[in-house]
Nanobody, 122 residues
Framework: QVQLVESGGGLVQPGGSLRLSCAAS????????MGWYRQAPGKQRELVAA???????NYADSVKGRFTISRDNAKNTVYLPMNNLKPEDPAVYYC????????????????WGQGTQVTVSS
């Protein structure tokens, strides 16, 4: 099982930027697909961006062109730079390593970080 710790959240004005980081430990990080999710008050947790072990990415439509997921396997870290933050982006952002078994991934089973708060306000 991999342990995940997020950092980089905070308060930013609309149009501003933040970079989230997720440090992993406890397992072979490079074999995992990784995802960033977010959950706003009163809403379901949603996938924001994901990256495979090979580096392929996908994004929620609402963040395409503004957020970029990347990974550094040497540092066991996945990143989420977020640009042009909007009033609809505030949430707790979670890093997720989905369960991998027999050639498939099974989110939301697997490991979750504790979350980091992102607030967008003028």
């Amino acid at each position: 099982q991999v342990q995940l710790v997020e950092s980089g959240g905070g308060l930013v004005q609309p149009g501003g930027s933040l970079r989230l980081s997720c440090a992993a430990s406890g397992s072979i990080f490079s074999i995992y697909a990784m995802g960033w999710y977010r959950q706003a008050p009163g809403k379901q947790r949603e996938l924001v961006a994901a990256i495979t072990s090979g580096g392929s990415t996908n994004y929620a439509d609402s963040v395409k062109g503004r957020f970029t997921i990347s990974r550094d396997n040497a540092k066991n870290t996945v990143y989420l730079p977020m640009n042009n933050l909007k009033p609809e982006d505030p949430a707790v952002y979670y890093c997720h390593a989905p369960l991998y078994y027999s050639g498939r991934y099974y989110p939301p089973f697997g490991s979750w970080g504790q979350g980091t708060q992102v607030t967008v306000s003028s």
